[in-house]
């Protein structure tokens, strides 16, 4: 689900690179609107009795500064906090969202494997239009099925259908299969996070590739309602 957030304080946001994230804040179940907490130079100081607002992460997809409209997709996915919330959204409803923050840095390079299942796609096309030469990205995407499917701007992309498997392996066997292109380049993968570990261990150990030239990030994690947003399996 695309929805368009607009309003006074979003005049002059800036997304100032690729797969950027930012906080999107929701009102707790029952409040007529969403309260904020005042912020300090220690962060948020709530009143007595109040909670902080309940929150989750995505990449922006876009800001248009002529209509002042700032772009965020949603995964309908059934119940969860932000699956519910898109699914039920109505012009004139309320949230907070946060300046973006830790965008990607596109390096140069000879080829880029762009990768991920579709809870990275926001993060797949905001890369693909920040690369000098986008004919040179391989982009490998992982959906349930074709009605799923959507333009992107490379010229190599390949769809991969889930077709009942579970979401990120055909991903990984794909990545697994294909050879490395020759020259330097790098890898950017985002998916489930157990696959992403599979992956980037693929990557390192088995391909020898450096450190630098790989990307990883766990969008989220089967049975883990809030993961982590700063998952990029670090500890590989």
């Given at each position: 689900?695309?929805?368009?957030?607009?309003?006074?304080?979003?005049?002059?946001?800036?997304?100032?690179?690729?797969?950027?994230?930012?906080?999107?804040?929701?009102?707790?179940?029952?409040?007529?609107?969403?309260v904020l907490p005042q912020w300090g130079p220690e962060g948020p100081v709530l009143a007595e009795g109040q909670q902080m607002p309940l929150n989750r992460?995505?990449?922006?997809?876009?800001?248009?500064?002529?209509?002042?409209?700032?772009?965020?997709?949603?995964?309908?996915?059934?119940?969860?906090?932000?699956?519910?919330?898109?699914?039920?959204?109505?012009?004139?409803d309320e949230v907070a969202v946060t300046l973006p923050g830790g965008p990607y840095t596109v390096q140069p390079a000879d080829w880029y494997v762009i990768a991920g299942d579709e809870s990275a796609l926001p993060g797949i096309e905001t890369i693909?239009?920040?690369?000098?030469?986008?004919?040179?990205?391989?982009?490998?995407?992982?959906?349930?099925?074709?009605?799923?499917?959507?333009?992107?701007?490379?010229?190599?992309?390949?769809?991969?259908?889930?077709?009942?498997?579970?979401?990120?392996?055909?991903?990984?066997?794909?990545?697994?299969?294909?050879?490395?292109?020759?020259?330097?380049?790098?890898?950017?993968?985002?998916?489930?996070?157990?696959?992403?570990?599979?992956?980037?261990?693929?990557?390192?150990?088995?391909?020898?590739?450096?450190?630098?030239?790989?990307?990883?990030?766990?969008?989220?994690?089967?049975?883990?309602?809030?993961?982590?947003?700063?998952?990029?399996?670090?500890?590989?």
């Open positions: 689900m695309r929805v368009t957030f607009s309003g006074e304080e979003l005049k002059g946001y800036e997304i100032k690179g690729p797969a950027t994230h930012i906080k999107v804040y929701f009102g707790w179940p029952g409040e007529g609107h969403l992460t995505y990449t922006p997809r876009s800001y248009d500064e002529d209509s002042n409209g700032l772009v965020v997709e949603f995964m309908l996915h059934g119940e969860g906090l932000a699956s519910s919330w898109a699914a039920s959204v109505r012009a004139g693909i239009e920040a690369l000098p030469d986008a004919s040179k990205a391989q982009v490998i995407v992982e959906v349930t099925g074709p009605d799923e499917e959507r333009p992107l701007l490379a010229e190599n992309v390949t769809w991969l259908h889930r077709d009942g498997a579970d979401a990120g392996r055909r991903l990984e066997q794909t990545i697994r299969a294909m050879e490395t292109p020759a020259g330097n380049g790098r890898f950017w993968v985002g998916c489930e996070a157990g696959v992403m570990r599979d992956i980037r261990k693929h990557l390192l150990f088995d391909r020898g590739l450096d450190r630098e030239a790989i990307h990883t990030h766990g969008y989220w994690k089967r049975g883990d309602m809030n993961h982590p947003d700063h998952d990029v399996g670090q500890e590989i």
